[in-house]
């Protein structure tokens, strides 16, 4: 076993990009989750689509916006775990957010696309990557 350094008994200070990053990325999956409710509450006062189509966006909504919120939440916590997930999502925000904007809903496609953007270079801050980078340093 290596030795551990000092600075290790310390608790670690997680970066403002790193939780604000977190903040946005819990923001995002909690909209998401809300989207999955209105979703489940259409489909049972018979919306017009069907039940499957209506439960089965629902339920995609649930896992995939659950799992951004559980990141942007152990984010704004200071796990690294969650990096992975909110920045895939982000990525994945920016074709939505360029469909919104060419199919003329600026409405939603601005805060989408700004939203990804802003929370992209939270994450990719030199703070933010600094302090992931350490959760792999092997020199101690």
Same mark, same amino acid.
Do not use: C, D, K, M
């Given at each position: 076993m290596g030795e551990q350094r000092a600075d290790d008994q310390v608790?670690?200070?997680?970066p403002g990009t790193v939780r604000a990053a977190g903040a946005? /990325?819990? !923001?995002?999956?909690l909209i998401g989750v809300i989207i999955a409710i209105v979703l489940v509450v259409q489909g049972a006062t018979?919306? &017009?689509?069907? /039940? &499957?189509?209506v439960y089965g966006t629902a339920a995609w909504f649930v896992i995939l916006a659950g /799992?951004?919120? #559980? #990141?942007? %939440?152990?984010?704004?916590?200071g796990r690294r775990w969650g990096r992975a997930i #909110?920045? %895939?999502?982000? %990525?994945? !925000? !920016?074709?939505v957010a360029w469909y919104m904007l060419s199919s003329h809903r600026y409405d939603l496609? %601005?805060?989408v696309g700004l939203g990804a953007l802003v929370t992209l270079g939270?994450?990719?801050a030199? #703070?933010?990557?600094e302090w992931m980078a350490r959760g792999y340093d092997a020199t101690a």
């Open positions: 608790p670690e200070q997680t946005l /990325a819990a !923001l995002e999956g018979g919306g &017009g689509h069907s /039940a &499957g189509e /799992a951004v919120l #559980a #990141a942007g %939440i152990g984010l704004y916590r #909110a920045v %895939i999502a982000q %990525i994945l !925000l !920016l074709p496609g %601005i805060p939270l994450l990719f030199p #703070a933010s990557t």
